[in-house]
Antibody, heavy 120, light 107 residues
Framework: QVQLVQSGAEVKKPGASVKVSCKAS????????IHWVRKAPGQGLEWMGW????????HYTQKLPGRVTMTRDTSISTAYMELSRLKSDDTAVYYC?????????????WGQGTLVTVSS | DIQMTQSPSTLSASVGDRVTITCRAS??????LAWYQRKPGKAPKVLIY???SLEGGVPSRFSGSGSGTEFTLTISSLQPDDFATYYC?????????FGQGTKLEIK
């Protein structure tokens, strides 16, 4: 069965960087894009961007200019999201999600989420 | 950016009730809309994609409709497991955007 398993919770200081991993299993990793979405406390869901695991191509939201980088390692079916120059309002649960395309296209499976806390 | 406006933001209902949640897009998005259910501490779960297509394994009491700018999610007969927060998401234009959520509470 399809699974996306994310790395564990992180606590970071303002100005630092965080890198969250997302290991895919149960399907061919390079077949479908991986999207990243975050949920800050008291806020709604915020889409961050995607990576094409086959080509490494990416598309990011313009709301995080120059701060987000998505990469992948196809040898271990893992996607990564790195967020730099962290601020307190980056405190959120970060999710990876698979963008399934098989006739219709949509986000179907989600990782369990990774809590990133930014605090001095 | 396309703004997605959900209403109501909170909904109190009882088991067995029929409920409807509305999502309005600030511009036309054809039928590129999904509905998700999220429970505290859990990952979102897709219920509906392409506005009205039911995801496999999702109970048939969930249904979606709409096209263009106005969409609805209907739960025909609420079950105890349905009390959660529901989000719509448009995926017609970047950045993909979500509604602010509708919290479905037990009356």
């Amino acid at each position: 069965q399809v699974q996306l398993v994310q790395s564990g919770a992180e606590v970071k200081k303002p100005g630092a960087s965080v890198k969250v991993s997302c290991k895919a299993s149960g399907y061919t990793f390079t077949d479908y894009y991986i999207h990243w979405v975050r949920k800050a406390p008291g806020q709604g869901l915020e889409w961050m961007g995607w990576i094409n695991p086959k080509s490494g191509g990416t598309h990011y939201t313009q709301k995080l200019p120059g701060r987000v980088t998505m990469t992948r390692d196809t040898s271990i079916s893992t996607a990564y999201m790195e967020l730099s120059r962290l601020k307190s309002d980056d405190t959120a649960v970060y999710y990876c999600a698979r963008y399934y395309c098989g006739g219709d296209c949509y986000i179907d499976y989600w990782g369990q989420g990774t809590l990133v806390t930014v605090s001095s | 950016d396309i703004q997605m406006t959900q209403s109501p933001s909170t909904l109190s209902a009882s088991v067995g009730d029929r409920v409807t949640i509305t999502c309005r897009a600030s511009q036309r998005i054809s039928d590129w809309l999904a509905w998700y259910q999220r429970k505290p501490g859990k990952a979102p779960k897709v219920l509906i994609y392409k506005a009205s297509s039911l995801e496999g394994g999702v109970p048939s009491r969930f249904s979606g409709s709409g096209s263009g700018t106005e969409f609805t999610l209907t739960i025909s007969s609420l079950q105890p497991d349905d009390f959660a927060t529901y989000y719509c998401q448009q995926y017609n234009n970047y950045p993909y955007t979500f509604g602010q959520g509708t919290k479905l509470e037990i009356k």
